[in-house]
């Protein structure tokens, strides 16, 4: 059965969350792009309220696709004790599937070690073909795609729903854990029940007005 993702920014937005269902309490700053970061005591204060009652996860940022970088980032994050770390995978026109495979291969020391960390793959951009394989190799927990520009288009204007079915099926048979998530509103809950993936994650669709900054 598909479970909620609530993408929250405080105590008080995850107090709500949690008393409606959320069974993951996101942390993350819509106010900074697609994938912000909050501070990490923010983060650590957030995951001591939740103490529990749901799964935690949290952005690093909107960080290029450099090693060290995101490592450093990753490693600080964890100091807050969230249960699962996301990073975005920003697919940059230089990049090459080595240089995936290049951070990949640094955040494998990480996810063998029982790190839960989630690669976000953006519905706008283009990636390798074998990048799935990749993650997979790399000990990821998932994937969830999203979309990298909060316009109000999600990810149904980029994917035929035959092609969400397949990378959905892909992903069951990596054994990754799939979400979906990115502008999502009321409306699309119908559709992506059909796909079925592990989550779906909403921000803006679950704020007054769809407005993912309020």
Do not use: W
């Amino acid at each position: 059965m598909t479970k909620l993702l609530i993408s929250v920014t405080s105590v008080e937005e995850a107090r709500v969350a949690l008393a409606n269902g959320a069974d993951i309490i996101d942390l993350k700053d819509p106010t900074h792009g697609a994938l912000g970061a909050l501070p990490i005591d923010r983060i650590a204060e957030v995951v001591r309220y939740v103490n529990g009652e749901s799964i935690t996860s949290a952005t690093i940022g909107d960080l290029p696709l450099q090693p060290d970088v995101i490592m450093q980032q990753v490693e600080r994050l964890l100091t807050s004790k969230v249960d699962i770390v996301k990073i975005g995978f920003f697919a940059e026109p230089h990049l090459r599937l080595a240089d995936y495979e290049h951070c990949l291969y640094e955040l494998k020391t990480l996810a063998v070690n029982g790190v839960k960390l989630i690669a976000v793959l953006f519905a706008e951009h283009s990636y390798p073909d074998d990048l799935l394989k990749l993650i997979k190799n790399a000990g990821f927990y998932g994937v969830m795609l999203d979309t990298a520009k909060k316009n109000g288009a999600t990810f149904f204007d980029y994917y035929s729903s035959d092609s969400i079915t397949v990378l959905a099926q892909t992903l069951q048979d990596y054994d990754l854990m799939f979400g979906l998530a990115g502008s999502l509103k009321l409306e699309h809950v119908v559709s992506i029940k059909k796909i079925n993936p592990n989550y779906v994650g909403f921000r803006g669709g679950i704020c007054a007005d769809n407005q993912r900054k309020s």
